[in-house]
Every structure is written in C-alpha cells, then in structure tokens.
C-alpha cells in the first residue's frame, strides 16, 4: 500500500543529483553578487544539496576568473630547463630525474626560449643510443602568455589549442616563468597527483636524487636533526615546517626558497593553511649565507 511516501526504488530526490537540486533551489533566490552565491553554496552544503568536494570545486571555479597566470606560474628560477646546446646524453639523467614530460629548452639564457622539448619525443633517440639527434628537430612551438592572463582565458586557450604548458613573459618581454594546464586545473579541483607523486602520509623522509631529499613538514624537528645532522631548536616549534613558516613570516608558494644553517628548503607542496611538503638539498658552498626568494638565478 502506498502510503504517499516514494519507495526506496522510487526515490525522485535520490536519483537527482545535486546539480539538478542546486538548480531547483536557486530558482526564486537568485543570489546577487558572487560573494552572495558564494554563501548560497555554503548554505547549500549545510542543507545537504551538494557534497565537500563539489563546494570545493564549485569555489575553485569561480576564483579562477579572478586569478592572473603571475599568481600561479613557477617562477623563472625554478623553470626546469634543457639548453640547445646539450647534448642528449647531457641532460637525459635530468629528464629522468624530474620525471616531468615537457621541458622549455633555452639558448643563451632563460629569457630566450626556443621551444618545448617533449619527454616521448626521446624515446626513438634513446633506443638507438642518440644517434642522429637533433634538438632542432624534435622542439614543439612555445605558447607566450602575459602575467596578466585570466586563469579562465588561459584554460579555454589550452584547450581550444590542445596545447599543456605555456612560458610566461613580463611587460618588458622578459620571460617571468611557465605554467601548465595541470597549475590551473589544481586551483579548480585540488592538488592533482600522478604515479611520481609522493603521498605525504607514506613518508617522513625521502631520497629522490643525489644530496635531494623529500621531507614531510609534519616531521618533528628532533627527528628532522638526527637524519640531517642539524642543531635546529625544538623550543619554539615542533615541526619543521613550523619553524620554516616562522623564518618565512608568511604562507609560502610553491617554488619559494629558504636556506637556514648550510640546508636550503624548497616549497613542494602548500595550501592556504599549511605546509605540505618541501625538498632539503645542502646549500652550495659559493652560495653560503642565509636567504628567502622565490628561488636561485
């Protein structure tokens, strides 16, 4: 007997999903302003019309509009880059190294970049032991992008042009960085992680190449100075990634340096909130002395 309650089969409010209900419940009290949709959604999550991670994305979306390519591109310094004068043999251990699959490649210095070097384009070079490679042969087109570029401009251009990553150039014509497809995507959907990823929770410390290590900045300073041979006070702080925020004095972007006592720190990983991850190399002897930047010249 129907009793006027839908079955469990029946159920209409069941099968729609929260975009057909956020619809439904926006008819009549449409907000105003973004700031007033912006509450509308948190009040949706309280009312359990959509999920955590649909809220999250939904305010990914729309801060993208109001973000520039500068708020999210890796700086110059830490543009990881082949040179047109390499040999194959000379940068292969870096594309390997840095497992990433394109690379700017350079001629007399980073403001002039040539082209983008693919990773699989190698892979019939490195199977006949680079015979008959040519640079010049295997270089992608660059896509220049000013630092003034609407994340959401940037996305419809990457898609339309099918292209990933694209150098980024000051108003001098300098260029300032690069940014991929995935830096926007992130600002949408979250830290996006693929099979060289390292999950911070599977780790404390790390080796990921020669003198580089990739340190979980949970990890207690005690600890973090009986692996290191460091003498950093645990009086203050207790995680080491406390004590670099404080030596900061400000939440750190991914790419941002520190060096403290011979040990140079850089940002792997970082939100709004905290630090995530960051690499530990020693601090080159020619370049001793205690600094904070976006990274080295």
């Avoid at 340190?215 to 995680?239: C, K, M, P, Q, W």
Wanted: no cysteine; glycine share 10%.
């Amino acid at each position: 007997m129907n009793d006027g309650r839908p079955s469990s089969g029946d159920n209409g409010e069941t099968r729609r999903s929260w975009l057909e209900r956020l619809g439904q419940a926006l008819q009549g009290n449409e907000p105003k302003d973004k700031e007033d949709l912006i509450e509308f959604l948190h009040d949706a999550h309280k009312r359990h019309l959509i999920d955590g991670d649909a809220l999250d994305m939904l305010e990914g979306v729309l801060s993208v509009s109001d973000m520039q390519v500068r708020d999210i591109m890796i700086p110059r310094s830490q543009m990881v880059v082949v040179e047109r004068e390499q040999g194959l043999q000379e940068f292969l251990p870096m594309i390997i190294d840095e497992a990433h699959s394109r690379f700017p490649v350079i001629g007399e210095s980073r403001d002039e970049v040539l082209g983008i070097l693919l990773a699989k384009d190698l892979l019939p070079f490195v199977a006949r032991g680079g015979d008959g490679f040519d640079i010049r042969e295997v270089l992608r087109p660059a896509v220049f992008v000013p630092e003034s570029k609407r994340l959401n401009v940037l996305l419809r251009e990457f898609r339309t042009s099918r292209n990933h990553m694209a150098i980024v150039v000051d108003e001098y014509g300098g260029v300032a960085g690069m940014v991929t497809i995935e830096d926007v995507m992130e600002q949408i959907v979250g830290e996006i992680e693929d099979e060289h990823d390292i999950d911070e929770d599977d780790i404390e410390i790390q080796q990921v190449g020669k003198g580089r290590h990739t340190v979980r900045a949970l990890i207690s300073i005690e600890d973090f100075n009986e692996h290191f041979g460091s003498n950093y006070s645990d009086e203050e702080f207790d995680t080491i990634g406390g004590l670099l925020l404080s030596q900061f004095g400000h939440m750190p972007k991914r790419g941002e340096i520190m060096d403290m006592d011979g040990l140079r720190f850089k940002v792997l990983r970082a939100d709004s909130r905290r630090l995530h991850l960051v690499e530990v190399t020693k601090v080159p002897a020619a370049e001793s002395g205690d600094f904070t930047g976006e990274g080295i010249a």
